[in-house]
């Protein structure tokens, strides 16, 4: 597929100017774009600037309340319980993670779970903020249902990412990954090349695997209440696939039990309802083990350990966990940002809904090659 | 491989004599003991009576030291960092864990870790005591170096099990998974039964996939510094192999990178010297989300929706984690626990070795089909 090379600043000031025209203050816009584009600038496309069109349609039908204001009704020094009110998902989660930055500040360790809110974005947003403040972050959501737990055929578990941070030098810790096998946009990604699925990915309605990317994307997408992706570890014990649906668990106790919330099965996905996503957010100040220096130091002897132990393949470099996202993030502020033709295109779409001058805000692009937007057809006008 | 099935208060005596016999006080032994008789209880054979050897070994050749006393070196309102002076790993364990629930109690959520440490048993005993006071648990303990991680042909990581549990009826959330594909002990299982390994689970010393467990574990264990089993997830990112290295680096970060202790990697297996195990104990009282009650309620209630879904195969049920370990629990404490005769015969050797008398601890059990035991070869005399 085609794609459109932007600056940072060119999609800032464009994300920034449409969640104004959205609704929300100048200070609110530009915490949505800065979760967006973060996603962006490491390479995570699926939660960039892709996922603008399914904002868009959640806010146009009042799935997400603009004007929303998120509530802590439950406090102590080291948590908090917040209703989100189904607000955006990014500015709950700023102001929880906030909330947790502090607790830990005063008291060493802090853990605040938020219920009734929207997708939150990537869950590295957040523990990317505790990083910034020096401390250890755990991030982690819930979601729609789609992962197919262990001997089942029903999709009870969200895609349920953990997101772990941990400062060290030249690069932090930062891990963030669904525990299902693969993302719901893998399939997405398959389904459009016409390629058959990899073994221990996913389930159909019968609980029989399946290579068959359409099928168990429709299973997901229909609520057909059976199909869908499975836990990383696969399919059977043998593989390990109870592991991820214990992953998968501990991300939902986190999340929706600790807040009260609910669960990924009972999440909503119709026209004027919030969808009811939970989040959690701990923060742990290295302070509370000694000297937060020695502890980075440590860190970061043991991560090049990691990276410069011998290769299976001397040509296949050994990575830890976010430095890849972090030699993007350098590549991509300096060289720009490339955007798929299609995403650009519902770019051209929110112009034109919310009467923003598109060639002013994205240039005059031939979006002729631009595929139709095949996620949330549900919410299609 | 034939068995002998034993009470379990016969048992308990026998290894709280024993452990009296190695040097520990009778309120130490019979800690270690319950440590070890939780596993058999539950089913978690690799880490009961079946260790005995290895703790035998272990205390014989100076590495557990069964007068060391852990100290506690760094210590806030909700943390502690304790030096384990090479005790023996469960009794370490069981005072940071109750360290952390005194904690807890106090000021809502605490953080334990612990250093120069040694086989603590399973994680779970640790998470089932936060249980067992109304608390969510999560327990983690590195390990000598055996896990692969992703583009690695290098065992860096350790198997590195996290526990994380919860209370629920009728049966509690009890998680304890290492981070591995499958467990070493697995690989010495196909080994005496000259099975071929599944895909996904190791490489040799060369990095290559390997389906010989012969091979993999003499890679392991004669520390020819590459070949080991690969993290969950397998060998390749497409099956989610970063994901099995990514939940490693969690459990490696919180227990000897906050404690300062020695990396997995770093791990000494030598006579005289310590091991070197690190493990973590974080103890959060539901209290500080609302209603203890309540929370339990709702997550009873998901417990029973994952249970109650609909089956890939009507005949195979959904289990959640920690509802085997209870069925087992009640079977085993009414009807016996079954001891590989190899055991047996390790069981026999200890009272040799201690001057028990056997027969009367085991009754008088013909050994001639035991095994000789394969562990830990290199502490042969």
């Known amino acids: 597929m085609s794609s459109v090379k932007f600056s940072y600043e060119k999609l800032e000031r464009f994300c920034r100017d449409a969640f104004i025209k959205f609704g929300f203050t100048s200070e609110e816009a530009a915490q949505i774009s800065d979760v967006l584009l973060l996603a962006d600038l490491y390479g995570v496309k699926s939660h960039g600037t892709q996922r603008l069109v399914r904002y868009h349609k959640s806010i146009e ?109 030249p690069y932090p810790f930062w891990f963030d990954a669904a525990t299902t096998v693969v993302p719901k946009g893998k399939l997405e990604v398959y389904h459009k090349a016409d390629k058959e699925l990899s073994d221990g990915w996913a389930v159909d309605e019968t609980g029989a695997e399946s290579h068959d ?22 399919k059977s014990e043998d593989s390990g696939s109870h592991k991820g649906y214990g992953y998968s668990m501990i991300c939902e106790l986190l999340c929706s039990i600790t807040s009260g919330g609910a669960t990924s099965n009972h999440h909503v996905r119709a026209k004027g309802q919030p969808a009811g996503t939970c989040h959690s957010f701990i923060v742990i100040d290295p302070k509370i083990f000694g000297d937060p220096e020695e502890i980075k130091e440590h860190l970061s002897v043991f991560l090049e350990e990691l990276r410069s132990a011998k290769r299976a393949d001397e040509n296949v470099p050994i990575y830890t966990h976010g430095e890849k996202e972090a030699i993007s993030y350098k590549e991509r502020m300096e060289n720009g940002i490339d955007v798929d033709i299609s995403t650009v295109s519902e770019m051209v779409n929110i112009c034109n809904y919310l009467g923003m001058d598109s060639v002013q805000y994205l240039g005059d692009i031939d979006i002729s090659e631009a595929k139709e937007s095949t996620y949330e057809v549900s919410y299609k006008k």
């Open 213 to 234: 990317a359409k099928r168990v994307l429709g299973c997901i997408d229909k609520k057909l209440g059976s199909g869908g992706i499975l836990p990383v570890g696969g």
């Open 61 to 169: 039908n009042g799935c997400t309340n603009p004007k929303a204001k998120p509530e802590i009704v439950f406090e102590t020094p080291v948590s908090a319980v917040i209703d989100a009110h189904a607000a955006m998902g990014q500015l709950v989660s700023i102001f929880a993670t906030n909330l947790a930055i502090k607790k830990a500040k005063e008291v060493g360790m802090a853990f605040v779970s938020v219920k009734n809110s929207n997708h939150f974005g990537i869950a590295g947003y957040y523990t990317k903020m505790a990083l910034d403040a020096g401390m250890i972050g755990i991030a982690a959501t819930n979601s729609e249902s789609i992962m197919v737990h262990t001997n089942s055929r029903e999709a009870v578990l969200g895609s349920n990412p953990i997101a772990f941070a941990m400062p060290a030098e």
